[in-house]
């Protein structure tokens, strides 16, 4: 079993800043990616940002030059910096982990969300 789990959410004014945390725990055999997809109200799902075990990033255009992706592979932990933020940035925002468990198959894991609003 993999769990994720995340945290930093919040309210925040235009132009201020957040800083959001997913941690993984559980018997974690191997992991690929990790990464922050975010949903808005009658929006489609948009991915945000990812990172791969070697560090490679990867960015929405919106978010580039705001936001920030940094893994930390010994702890299994994935942070996103924003910075910058606009009132179109306010959604649900769910971790995610590309790999397996012990004894499991590849497979995507999902975090329960947190929630930004940017909003003066």
């Known amino acids: 079993q993999v769990r994720l789990v995340e945290s930093g959410g919040g309210l925040v004014q235009p132009g201020g800043s957040l800083r959001l945390s997913c941690a993984a725990s559980?018997?974690?055999?191997?992991?690929?990616?990790m990464g922050w997809y975010r949903q808005a109200p009658g929006m489609q799902r948009e991915l945000v940002a990812s990172?791969?075990?070697?560090?490679?990033?990867n960015y929405a255009d919106s978010a580039k030059g705001r936001f920030t992706i940094s893994g930390d592979n010994a702890k299994n932990t994935v942070s996103l910096q924003m910075n910058s933020l606009k009132p179109e940035d306010t959604a649900g925002y769910y971790c995610?982990?590309?790999?397996?468990?012990?004894?499991?198959?590849?497979?995507?894991?999902w975090g329960q969300g947190t929630q930004v609003t940017v909003s003066s």
């Open positions: 990172v791969t075990r070697g560090g490679i990033a």
């Open positions: 559980g018997s974690i055999f191997s992991i690929n990616a």
């Open positions: 995610y982990l590309d790999g397996r468990h012990v004894g499991g198959d590849p497979r995507r894991y």
